[in-house]
């Protein structure tokens, strides 16, 4: 091993040899355009056909109205006893429209699904941003088996980064504790490369967007 002299003289070497680097700084904005494929045919449609592809399901929906009404034939379709739910404006519209759910934490655990809201819509990954900062906190987002989220095309965003920028906009300095990305149901292939879905949270993904 060297000594502390020679030590000394190579670390001086090593700091000249870098002070005489020339250094050529270059600011570059990247492209979305080639980084993600385009959104074809538009942001709805391709927000559809990607959740689609991961094995999630997007509903359609023209107005509120019928956001509650396709909600309330999921509801029935499925066999579910109760939607649970934290979140007070959809506790509200629930409640307005006879579609049956649980706040009781006494029923958290037997709960067949969940319904939430969400921050935002990424329309080329088909990905749903969610955050801590709503009623729901951050177990509905992971422990239900089904997982129902409702969303208007006003919170539809073409690339994550768009997501994230909206996402600094809207809280500044307070970001909420925890910002996750959904991209479709849980799933993992570690066992025999076999697909499974619902492996380490919801095993069904659907999301009920509003056009208006």
């Known amino acids: 091993m060297p000594n502390n ?30 980084i993600y494929k385009p959104i074809l045919p538009d ?53 307005i429209n006879n579609i049956p759910f649980s706040t009781e934490e006494i029923n958290f655990q037997a709960m067949q699904a969940g319904i939430t809201g969400c921050e935002f819509l990424i329309a080329r990954t088909g990905s749903v941003i969610v955050s801590s900062n709503s009623e729901s906190g951050r177990q509905m987002n992971v422990f239900p088996p089904i997982h129902v989220v409702l969303a ?16 600094q906009e809207k809280y500044g300095n307070s970001l909420p504790s925890s910002i996750s990305t959904i991209t479709g149901p849980s799933r993992t292939a570690d066992i025999e490369k076999t697909l499974v879905l619902g492996a380490h949270g919801p095993k069904e993904f659907v999301v009920f967007l509003c056009r208006v």
């Open 5 to 34: 002299s020679s030590r000394h003289t190579i670390l001086q070497q090593i700091s000249e040899a870098i002070k005489k680097r020339p250094v050529s700084v270059v600011e570059t904005s990247p492209n979305l355009d080639e």
């Open 43 to 95: 942001a709805i449609t391709c927000f559809t056909n990607e959740l689609d592809a991961i094995n999630g399901a997007c509903v359609l929906c023209d107005n509120e109205s019928d956001l509650y009404e396709k909600l309330k034939l999921f509801v029935a379709q499925k066999e579910i006893p109760y939607l649970y739910c934290l979140d007070s404006y959809i506790i509200d519209q629930l409640k």
């Open 152 to 167: 208007h095309v006003s919170q539809l965003v073409n690339y994550p980064e768009e997501a994230y920028i909206a996402i």
